[in-house]
């Protein structure tokens, strides 16, 4: 019996895709966290659906939150709650009759959450495997996070956690594993894209994201899409920000929409150009419209790379990361962007991937856009 966990609906889209391309005939259960605002309308629909052996809302936000922010004391209380994994499973799992227990665990990365599942169903089978599946690029830094964590680091982590998930961990699913230097850790395997020209997949997945013609029509006619990133810096946000007046001085607003972060207010770029807030994630609006010609701008988003990798499809891409400087942020350096340069050399025409390093050089290709 299989186990997927999903926190997001682009987590969703590939835990879908991944089982109707190869796990058709499998027992499978799903469970959908409360990690995004859409998470439990598309939990009723699957379940309405009724295309899981069991399908199971959990709620993960409140039991995270208790853990308080203080690093600390925020990684004594998870070792805790590993070591008494039932009875966090279980608040996690309140509304359960009972706990169901696997032979293979699908999650997105080896979070937190998944040690209190893996430590909890191993003790009642041994033998249960982890599988990784696509979630954009964290799961294609994954391997050289692990790679080169540091000694101590490493002695931490055994020390707090064991290695027990480790152990389980027996490979990842990708749409690109060309992309990864795995250099032997575990099996990786490919996912084929999604096929856009399947009628019948792109209306299965319409139905369950609740996919209105209504969202595309702020994209009609428009050449940029920015996509919203809150970083949680003051410096970084305001800088990000006055490179996008650049962008909109630069060009004329009404070709512009900013496509908001679901954590941004509605109100941040109130009157700078046309905002796009609506509930559904972008892969489901690039499943419905043709972006072949408009360029996708951000500092340094996955929906800017997601079109390559999930669709094979390649739209203008411009990345901003060399003019706002985020490895201020402690999970970000420079080996993060290896996936960019990874996604812009796959392309048959990289000459619609641009990286500016300077103002002027942004400015000029904004002007050969045009």
């Known amino acids: 019996m299989i186990l997927f966990i999903c926190n997001t ?3 969703v889209m590939n835990a879908l895709n991944i089982i109707n391309d190869r796990l058709q005939d499998e027992k499978i259960d799903m469970y959908i966290t409360d990690g995004a605002s859409q998470n439990y309308d598309i939990y009723g629909k699957l379940k309405e659906l009724n295309i899981f052996h069991k399908i199971y809302f959990i709620k993960f936000k409140e039991l995270q939150a208790s853990l308080g922010t203080n690093k600390l004391f925020n990684y004594v209380r998870r070792t805790i709650s590993v070591f008494q994994n039932e009875k966090y499973y279980k608040k996690m799992c309140d509304d359960f009759n009972v706990i169901s227990i696997y032979d293979k665990i699908y999650a997105e990365l080896p979070d937190y959450k998944l040690q209190i599942i893996y430590t909890y169903q191993s003790r009642y089978n041994p033998n249960v495997e982890v599988l990784l599946y696509e979630d954009g690029v964290a ?18 982590h055994k020390l707090f956690f064991g290695d027990k998930l480790d152990t389980g961990l027996k490979g990842m699913l990708l749409y690109k ?14 996912i084929h894209a999604i096929d856009k020209s399947n009628t019948r997949l792109k209306n299965f997945y319409n139905s369950i994201f609740q996919f209105k013609d209504d969202y595309l029509l702020p994209f009609h006619q428009k050449k940029y899409i920015y996509f919203d990133q809150p970083f949680g810096n003051k410096e970084i946000d305001l800088e990000s920000e006055g490179i ?3 962008i909109l001085s630069h060009n004329e ?23 796009s807030n609506d ?5 489901i609006i690039e499943l419905n419209a043709d972006i072949d010609n408009m360029a996708l701008i951000s500092v340094f988003s996955t929906a800017c790379l997601n079109p390559k990798i999930i669709f094979d499809e390649e739209p203008y891409v411009i ?11 402690s999970h970000v350096n420079e080996q993060t962007f290896d996936i960019v340069y990874r996604v812009r050399d796959s392309y048959k025409n990289p000459n619609k991937f ?4 300077t103002i002027q050089e942004l400015k000029q290709i904004l002007t050969s856009l045009k």
């Open 354 to 357: 641009f990286i500016p390093e």
């Open 253 to 275: 607003r009404d070709n512009t929409i900013i496509k908001l972060h679901p954590r941004t207010s509605e109100h941040r770029y109130d009157n700078q150009c046309t905002i």
């Open 279 to 283: 509930p559904i994630s972008f892969e």
């Open 139 to 156: 799961s294609y830094s994954f391997i050289d996070a692990v790679r080169n964590r540091s000694f101590l680091k490493q002695k931490l």
């Open 319 to 329: 990345l901003l990361f060399k003019l706002v400087d985020i490895t201020r942020l």
């Open 177 to 190: 594993p060309e992309f990864i230097n795995n250099i032997g850790l575990f099996p990786i395997e490919k």
């Open 9 to 11: 609906p682009f987590q």
């Open 244 to 246: 996008l007046e650049i």
